[in-house]
């Protein structure tokens, strides 16, 4: 018998020895971080950059895979006892000794989870992983010239590949409203006296929002550089037009944060995406309701909201708690019960 | 149903105003809700699998009686608190909210012979949805006895001290022969139903495991213990279920709860059904030690009128409804542990023998009502 095979009758054994519980259910209470746990990380300290920004020194566990710079990792993090998933681009370098990442979280208005992260996470506290991706990173070949065009926490990824890789000519235009909301700052400062970077801090709160026109006077061999840009969708939308514009659109690759703006409202159209259906709901008809009328098979049970035998992924969208008024909007593994909640704008069940 | 009614006094806008209060204290909660909460479970869930385990370890040397002692009780309350505090309140999803898929009335399996999917329908649905009402809540008797006057008498009933406790004693196994209707499906028809026989099936694999687990597995780890060992897990398991058969007895069979026909509830309000949870359900009074092992089914009143609500703020949410009890004038069924279990049993005793008067109440019955 090979080994993995007499593992794999190993491991059952022990399956019957803890059932209905698993092996892992125990081994998570001693070592929630070793090798074939689900992939979890503790935050092992909480360094403030400016007033609404932080990074997070995240010890990984055995399962991590590893990052390329500039790709970004998803954390789940309990916020109020509510787990909430959100992404972050990694802002350590790939080769970093102990084992440790980073991650860089500026504080949005009314962001739950941001918001918890750079105020009030503490360290020793365990998060989930998702494995590292994006592809938003560096190419294996060096280019000779190098152009990093960021804004607000745009910087993060681009901060990755600084951290990770040196070029021998780059060049960094970072927009900040004023200069104590620039991230990094001491940091980009010192690259600079070493001359390692030449830095361009546009400041918006006194010299207005980057126009793009400019960038010919501020880096002016910028067609010749291959540019890595991040920052919000008007930055990158004029970048992309503008690269176009110039004929070296290859040259730009841009990183869009995609917060999930979530339409809500009254009612809205509900897809019921495994049966392949789509129907109009009002506000106040139970989705329940909604997926029998159209003939989608809906597991059901007391229609009141008290059994929890409907409960369903909500996949896309929002919908509302008829007896409450609460709104949940969709994130990975959110169940909804159908009985009791009606669609708040549109929204996919997945039934 | 009953002869004199306790709700009587109660005007329909009084019973819609009721509702309104008890959605008010449910709301409050659920705005309430976070990390002391998520805390609270994850420290019940952490405390009960290190029992488990230390327990587990110490039965393994068993053969030396201080060791088969400690193991032993540590391992019954482990199993009490699987599935009192930490089993039932999962699956009911009181922890849903959490969005934490290893605490999720979805993913949970708990330390019982019932497969949790099945567990959760005649429970959650069945029993929760039409509480007490005769013919609609088979958690009444549990179709094996009768609890109530006007349930229709055989000399069946004469045996029903007997059942009740042979049921309490292999109360997890009654479980699972009452989730899978047993009776109603072992007939030939039944035993043919594809849709039967395959909940029968995921029954028998559950108890296996379980059986494996408990009467084979853990003994022969125990080596020279093997029989001081499975002596262990069979009192264990005796324990718990002659505990949960206890605590369950005492949330709907004491006197002075209510139970409701069928066309009572044709066409109820959100506030008569909340009457009925409040009429149908008993609650235990105790110490914190005892709401904690009954699961907080010490508070049967709230988890009948919220049971999706944290078990751990049903203490809370008490004060507010035995208020409204007050307010509306209801008789607010609690007392301890003992003395519930003396009023079930009794009741189980008197029913077992026919009416004395077909149709009328016995004078007892009645005084309480009146009381009421």
């Known amino acids: 018998m090979t080994s993995t095979a007499l593992r794999s009758r190993a491991w059952k054994l022990l399956e019957m020895v803890t059932t209905p519980l698993l092996p892992s259910d125990y081994l998570d209470l001693v070592s929630p971080l070793r090798a074939g746990a689900d992939l979890r990380g503790r935050i092992e300290a909480v360094h403030p950059e400016t007033d609404d920004a932080a990074t997070l020194v995240i010890r990984p566990g055995r399962g991590w895979r590893g990052h390329t710079a500039g790709q970004y990792v998803r954390i789940g993090v309990d916020v109020d006892g509510v787990r909430l998933w959100r992404a972050y681009s990694l802002t350590s370098p790939t080769d970093r000794r102990d084992g440790r990442v980073t991650i860089t979280v500026k504080a949005i208005p009314d962001g739950k989870v941001s918001n918890h992260l750079v105020r009030s996470a503490r360290p020793g506290t365990l998060i989930q992983l998702d494995q590292p991706t994006g592809d938003f990173v560096l190419p294996r070949a060096k280019p000779a010239k190098v152009l990093y065009l960021t804004a607000g926490s745009g910087i993060t990824p681009v901060m990755g590949m600084l951290r990770d890789t040196e070029f021998d000519d780059v060049v960094m235009v970072h927009c900040a409203p004023r200069p104590q909301d620039v991230i990094f700052r001491d940091e980009l400062h010192a690259r600079a006296g070493d001359e390692k970077l030449r830095l361009t801090e546009v400041h918006t709160d006194t010299d207005g929002m980057l126009d793009i026109a400019r960038l010919d006077a501020l880096v002016p061999d910028w067609t010749e550089r291959e540019t890595w840009a991040c920052g919000p969708a008007g930055l990158l939308d004029a970048a992309e037009k503008h690269w176009s514009d110039h004929g070296v659109p290859e040259r730009l690759h841009t990183e869009r944060f995609r917060p999930s703006v979530v339409v809500t409202g009254d009612g809205g159209e509900v897809t019921f995406s495994a049966t392949g259906k789509t129907v109009d709901a009002d506000g106040a008809t139970p989705l329940l309701d909604v997926g029998e009328e159209a003939g989608v098979l809906m597991p059901s049970g007391c229609r009141m909201g008290i059994c929890f035998g409907c409960v369903t992924p909500l996949k896309t969208g929002a919908v509302r708690d008829l007896r409450t008024g609460e709104i949940t909007e969709a994130e990975p593994g959110v169940l909804i019960q159908t009985c009791v909640s009606a669609a708040a704008g549109p929204c996919d069940i997945e039934r | ?372």
Not at chain 2, 86 to 102: A, E, S, T
Not at chain 2, 328 to 343: D, I, M, N, R
């Open chain 2, 1 to 372: 149903m009953t002869a004199i009614d306790p709700t009587a006094h109660l005007t329909a806008t009084q019973i819609e105003e009721l509702g309104r209060e008890l959605d008010a204290i449910r709301d409050e909660v659920i705005a309430g809700r976070g990390e002391k909460d998520a805390a609270y479970i994850r420290k019940v869930i952490a405390a009960q699998r290190k029992l488990e385990l230390v327990s587990r370890g110490v039965l393994l040397f068993s053969s030396f009686p201080p060791a088969w002692l400690l193991g032993t009780a540590g391992l019954s309350v482990a199993k009490i608190m699987d599935n009192m505090e930490i089993g039932h309140n999962v699956l009911h999803g009181q922890w849903d909210w959490m969005r934490d898929p290893k605490i999720h009335s979805t993913t949970w399996e708990w330390d019982h012979v019932s497969p949790s999917d099945q567990w959760k329908h005649s429970h959650n649905e069945l029993h929760h949805t039409y509480t007490n009402v005769i013919g609609k809540d088979n958690d009444l008797g549990y179709g094996i006895m009768r609890v109530d006057e006007d349930q229709k008498w055989h000399p069946l009933h004469l045996g029903q001290p007997l059942w009740n406790f042979i049921n309490a004693c292999f109360f997890e196994y009654g479980i699972a022969a009452y989730d899978l209707e047993l009776g109603k499906n072992l007939n030939k028809r039944g035993r043919k139903n594809p849709e039967f026989r395959a909940r029968a099936k995921a029954v028998g694999r559950k108890i296996r495991k379980q059986v494996l687990k408990d009467y084979v597995i853990h003994p022969l780890l125990s080596g020279p213990s093997f029989l001081p060992t499975l002596g262990a897990t069979f009192t264990a398991n005796l324990v718990r279920n002659i505990w949960s058969h206890s605590v369950i007895m005492c949330g709907h069979f004491p006197e002075g709860v209510q139970v409701f026909e069928r066309r009572s509830i044709k066409g109820e309000t959100r506030g008569q059904w909340y009457l009925r949870q409040m009429m149908g359900s008993a609650n235990i009074s105790g110490s914190k030690a005892m709401h904690f092992m009954t699961g907080n089914l010490s508070h049967q009143i709230e988890h009948h009128l919220f049971p999706d609500l944290p078990s751990n703020r049903y203490a809370e949410v008490a004060v507010k409804v035995r208020a409204l009890f007050e307010k509306y004038e209801l008789e607010y069924v609690t007392g301890p542990l003992p003395k519930q279990v003396f009023s079930a049993w009794r009741k189980v005793f008197r029913l077992s023998l026919p009416n004395k008067k077909p149709g009328v109440r016995t004078p007892d019955r009645a005084r309480e009502l009146v009381a009421a």
